[in-house]
């Protein structure tokens, strides 16, 4: 056996769980698997819930989302998907007991943007940034108006990031009617803005 050959079974008889994407949680030792899967995901599991719930939540989910994750390991099969997906599955079911809170926030910074257009003087800086709030008063609108799947593909995909197959296995659907689902959404949201956009020219 030469070396490349030794350096490969070596490789081989490691742990098979280490900087893995689809680690064996059922077989692993939890204390370790999970260390490591805490420290690859925890931080862009709170960006992605900071987002939707907001950070103070965000930090309660994310630890409670270890902790389901770990009391249900065995569920989790690495032959279905990678665990990334697994665990943003998780987040978002936790996510969605805050619905009511979240799709507030979305409606109450709409308000806040609507508020703050009001009675202000038009000179160029102002008028850039009623453009940027009444953008973000659309996009929020926007938001609320999506139903709780849509939006939980939208922002899987466009804010944490997951490829359709993660975003598959964290909502329990096929990869292709996730393609679908977000392809209309994404429609969806544009045609909202546009409407939204030009009602604003009529005024």
Partial sequence: MNRI??????????????????????????TAAFARLFDTYARALHGYLAGRVGVNIADDLVAETFLVA?????????????????????ATNLARNHVRTEIRGYRASARVH????????HDAQTVDRLDAQRSCRHLADGLASLTEQERDILLLTSWAGLEPIE???????????????????RHKLQAHLRTAQEENRDD
């Fill in 167 to 185: 975003v598959a296995a964290a909502l329990g659907m096929p990869a292709s009617t996730v393609r679908s689902r977000l392809h209309r959404v």
């Fill in 5 to 30: 050959e030794e350096r490969r079974a070596q490789q081989a008889q490691r742990a098979p769980d280490v900087d893995d994407t689809r680690p064996d949680l059922a077989n692993a030792e939890p």
């Fill in 114 to 121: 609507a508020l703050r257009e009001a009675g202000v003087e």
């Fill in 70 to 90: 770990l009391r249900r390991r065995a569920s989790y099969d690495p032959e279905q998907s990678p665990v990334r997906g697994w665990l943003y599955g998780i």
